[in-house]
């Protein structure tokens, strides 16, 4: 697995987190 990818996973994990956060308020 390549920087690349670790980082678009972190990403995607990050965004996915703030998006729950924002539909819980």
Same mark, same amino acid.
């Given at each position: 697995?390549? !920087?690349?990818?670790? +980082?678009?996973? /972190?990403?995607? !994990?990050? !965004? @996915? @987190? +703030?998006?729950?956060? !924002?539909? /819980?308020?």
């Amino acid at each position: 697995m390549g !920087l690349d990818e670790a +980082v678009t996973m /972190a990403t995607h !994990l990050q !965004l @996915k @987190k +703030v998006n729950f956060e !924002l539909d /819980a308020q």
